[in-house]
């Protein structure tokens, strides 16, 4: 059983981190932002870590 939940809560917490993730790219298209600019942005992050 702990081992069960030892591996249940990364992949969990991965989940979580996809669902945010996708939310705020609904969010971001919404405003009109366009796959170009996010992706542009994402790369600029990666670069910036």
């Known amino acids: ?14 989940i979580i981190g996809l669902i945010c993730y996708w939310i705020s790219f609904q969010l971001a298209k919404s405003y009109g932002v366009t796959d170009e600019e996010i992706v542009q942005a994402l790369s600029r992050d990666r670069d910036y870590l």
């Open 1 to 14: 059983m702990e081992l069960l939940l030892a591996l249940l809560c990364p992949l969990g917490l991965v």
